[in-house]
């Protein structure tokens, strides 16, 4: 039998590329997740220069790697340098999972179905005919925009900080739904009404909250942050302060769209609410809970 078999053999592996990674949770969901489908997988954080992007993929495919995550800044260049790429990927312009098949370079775009299975089913928030504002203008943004729009909200508001660039996405993405897109600039939201508001922009980052003048929010209303922190963000304290009644950060989001990355590698969906669950616990290590 050992003539047959080789039980030495290493697990496939998989890797999450940025600048920075060292703060990446997606070895410990993907873990998790391996744990989930009864099988053994072996998934590094890869620091990556920027400039380096193309090489650092080239030389991991070369090592053996079946698989990428891709985060920021390069998730432009990932799609430059797919061969095939999702229809939402391709509308995005940006890819956050890759995927090798001979010589082939496949690239997808789970970031969307990861902020809409966190609204939808994990905060139990339906976007369907809800008046949406999503803030910031750039790839964060573009990412999950598509897939928003899919839910068929009643109205989508863009706000940015350059009224050009959230004007110019409202535009391209205007054929991809029936719900009215507009894009404007952060003063131009006085007095609106919204059910949800996204904050896409970087600013949580730096401990700080886009410019929103006074916006009227309905009954029951979201504030969500793509962000994910171990305590409130900036924009979740503001929100709150604001007496939006639920507010919630990005972790949801991150999962929701690991688990898409994980069942296009390995065929297996798995459940996501008990990741959630350790994540926010803090039970959950790269070996398990």
Same mark, same amino acid.
């Given at each position: 039998? !050992?003539?047959?078999?080789?039980?030495?053999?290493?697990?496939?592996?998989?890797?999450?590329?940025?600048?920075?990674?060292?703060?990446?949770? !997606?070895?410990?969901?993907? $873990?998790?997740?391996?744990?989930?489908? !009864?099988? %053994?997988?072996?998934?590094? +954080?890869?620091?990556?220069?920027?400039?380096?992007?193309?090489?650092?993929?080239? #030389?991991?495919?070369?090592?053996?790697? $079946?698989?990428?995550?891709?985060?920021?800044?390069?998730?432009?260049?990932?799609?430059?340098?797919?061969?095939?790429?999702?229809? +939402?990927?391709?509308?995005?312009? *940006?890819?956050?999972?890759?995927?090798?098949? *001979?010589?082939?370079?496949?690239?997808? #775009?789970?970031?969307?179905?990861?902020?809409? /299975?966190?609204?939808?089913?994990?905060?139990? /928030?339906?976007?369907?005919?809800?008046?949406?504002?999503?803030?910031?203008?750039?790839?964060?943004?573009?990412?999950?925009?598509?897939?928003?729009? /899919?839910?068929?909200?009643?109205?989508?508001?863009?706000? #940015? +900080? =350059?009224?050009?660039?959230?004007?110019?996405?409202?535009?391209? &993405?205007?054929?991809?739904?029936?719900?009215?897109?507009?894009?404007?600039?952060?003063?131009?939201?006085?007095?609106?009404?919204?059910?949800?508001?996204?904050?896409? =922009?970087?600013?949580?980052?730096?401990?700080?909250?886009?410019?929103?003048? %006074?916006?009227?929010?309905?009954?029951?209303?979201? *504030?969500?942050?793509?962000?994910?922190?171990?305590?409130?963000? *900036? &924009?979740?304290?503001?929100?709150?302060?604001?007496?939006?009644?639920?507010?919630?950060?990005?972790?949801?989001?991150?999962?929701?769209?690991?688990?898409?990355? &994980?069942?296009?590698?390995?065929?297996? /969906?798995? !459940?996501?609410?008990?990741?959630?669950?350790?994540? +926010?616990?803090?039970?959950?290590?790269?070996?398990?809970?």
């Amino acid at each position: 039998m !050992s003539d047959l078999f080789d039980f030495d053999q290493p697990p496939p592996l998989y890797a999450v590329m940025g600048n920075p990674v060292a703060h990446s949770r !997606s070895p410990e969901i993907h $873990q998790l997740f391996a744990q989930q489908a !009864s099988i %053994k997988i072996d998934y590094q +954080r890869l620091q990556v220069d920027v400039g380096g992007f193309a090489q650092a993929v080239s #030389n991991f495919q070369a090592s053996g790697g $079946q698989g990428l995550n891709v985060t920021v800044p390069f998730k432009v260049e990932a799609w430059e340098l797919t061969d095939t790429c999702s229809e +939402r990927a391709e509308l995005a312009r *940006a890819v956050n999972t890759l995927w090798f098949e *001979a010589n082939a370079i496949n690239g997808d #775009n789970t970031d969307g179905v990861g902020i809409v /299975r966190d609204i939808n089913n994990n905060l139990q /928030r339906p976007i369907n005919h809800t008046r949406l504002l999503v803030l910031g203008a750039g790839g964060a943004v573009r990412g999950v925009l598509g897939e928003l729009l /899919r839910c068929q909200p009643s109205q989508v508001v863009v706000a #940015n +900080r =350059t009224v050009d660039k959230a004007v110019e996405l409202a535009d391209t &993405f205007q054929n991809h739904s029936n719900a009215e897109i507009l894009g404007c600039g952060f003063g131009e939201l006085e007095e609106m009404h919204f059910d949800i508001i996204i904050n896409g =922009t970087a600013a949580s980052l730096t401990g700080e909250v886009p410019p929103i003048p %006074k916006i009227h929010f309905g009954d029951g209303a979201l *504030a969500y942050d793509m962000v994910y922190s171990t305590k409130p963000t *900036a &924009f979740m304290r503001w929100a709150t302060g604001t007496g939006i009644p639920h507010v919630s950060d990005g972790l949801g989001m991150l999962v929701e769209q690991a688990a898409e990355s &994980f069942y296009i590698w390995h065929g297996y /969906r798995p !459940s996501t609410e008990p990741v959630i669950r350790a994540l +926010r616990s803090g039970t959950a290590t790269e070996d398990g809970l």
